[in-house]
């Protein structure tokens, strides 16, 4: 049963009132009693409004991929707000929209060159499933409604990404999902664990789809989506072979594959996007977070020539995809995602991640051997560092290692008892050595 949080004395920090808020996803009772707040930040570091330092090793949540509060993209924003604050783009757009499109598609894979704008990942998710359900439908298949996704895949919490995700909290509280939706095995196996970067023997694990398409049949099967690299349920690397047989196979029975790149983009992987760096190529390729590094809301959708010009030229004349948001394109947003491109591109932070990468993964895998540390995963600048959980407890003894670390200073990220760390890409090497070694030191006191 959950306590009322409004009927208990006003929970204060700073002056503020803490309890109307109703944090997403956060335990609210709990929090609220001992809140951690952040009230700045600038470049890698966070500050509490104390004035404690806090080095960011989350990048914000995976998005923040230039460092905190680049005057480049401060500045856009401003200029842009006081210049055109809002402009719709159903039936209108503004030209910063078509620039942002074109740049987009310039570092997206070859072919994913139609860009259709959402205002998060969620957003995201959802809108890649009902591209691939209308494009089916364009082309004469509209018994092609199936959608695949993969167990401890995590596509946002709309009901189309909440129904292909295979977090299994994240559903049950709702009763309401898609039907005709299949999940895929996650690719986690207890026997990798310490690999450094992808673990092998991909291509038969990607093999289960075969099974899906042969139960079903290919003609009721929409398209699968996948991340690349499972994130949010604690950096699930695939092993090697395993998206390479997924394209093959989709490609094989007319089925769209859709890569959720929300994380893995814009440099994440020592790449722009996961696509280029394994060498495979997604239908449709969703972002969002590092888009604007974070500085204001924004998503995509990179879509293929193919599938969009399907649904374009088939459709009756007028409209051609019923979908879109009031802030699809947001000048403010497409200001911040122009931006935010320019430090990439000018900065080679793609690059700069991939040369760090190396590092990062000594760095982490120096954790092997510390208390409780039963699995180390790591691809470009991301890692997970598996806890075995407290009996009885799950999840609690890794929730104890993030306060403590951010008490101490560093801001790791937790998902059930895996700590996950993604720190801007402009990070050092001194300061991915506090990282990993503040983690050390928490497990030691806590043993
Ligand atoms: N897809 C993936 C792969 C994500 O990691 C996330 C967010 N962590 C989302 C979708 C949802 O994004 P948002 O929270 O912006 O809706």
Known sequence: MLEDVAGSPPLRS????????????????????????????????????????????????????????RAEIVDAIAR???????????????????????????????????????????????????????????RGQGGRNRLIGRARGYHGTNFGGMA???????????????????????????????????????????DELEALIALHGAHTIAAVIVEPVAGSTGVLVPPVGYL???????????????????????????????????????????????????????????V?????????????????LFHGYTY???????????????????DGLFAHARALEDHWETAAHSLRGAPHVVDVRNFGLMAGIELAPRPGAPGARAMEVFHRCFDE?????????IIALSPPLIVTPAQIARIFEQIGKVLTDLA
């Open 304 to 320: 293929s020539r193919d599938v969009h010009d399907t649904i374009v030229n088939s459709a009756e004349p007028g409209i051609e």
């Open 164 to 206: 292909v995700g295979g977090i299994g909290g994240n559903r049950k509280g709702f009763q309401t999902q898609l039907p005709g939706v299949d999940h895929l095995s996650h690719t986690y196996r207890p026997a990798d664990a310490f690999t450094r970067g992808q673990p092998a023997g991909g291509a038969a694990m990607a």
């Open 328 to 346: 699809s394109a947001h000048p403010v947003a497409t200001a911040a995602a122009l931006a935010t491109l320019e430090i990439y591109e000018r």
């Open 409 to 417: 200073g560093v801001l790791v990220r937790v998902t059930g008892d």
């Open 80 to 138: 842009q707000a006081a210049t055109l604050d809002f402009a719709p783009t159903f039936q209108l757009a503004h030209p910063q929209a078509f620039e942002l499109a074109s740049r987009l598609s310039a570092i997206m894979p070859a072919g994913l060159d139609r860009i259709f704008f959402t205002n998060s990942g969620s957003e995201s998710a959802d809108t890649s499933l009902k591209i691939a359900l209308a494009y089916h439908l364009a």
């Open 244 to 302: 390479e047989r997924l394209r093959e196979i989709t490609r094989a029975h007319g089925i769209l594959l859709i890569f959720d790149e929300v994380i893995t983009g814009f440099g994440r992987v020592g790449a722009a996007t996961a696509s280029e760096r394994f060498g495979v190529t997604p239908d449709l390729l969703n972002m969002a977070k590092g888009i604007t590094n974070g500085t204001v809301p924004m998503g995509a959708v990179a």
């Open 14 to 69: 700073n002056e503020a009132d803490l309890s109307t808020f109703w944090m997403p996803f956060t335990n609210n009772r709990f929090f609220k009693k001992n809140p951690r707040l952040l009230a700045s930040a600038s470049g890698m570091t966070y500050r509490t409004p104390d004035g404690a330092e806090i080095l960011d090793g989350t990048a914000g949540l995976w998005c923040v991929n230039a460092g905190h509060a």
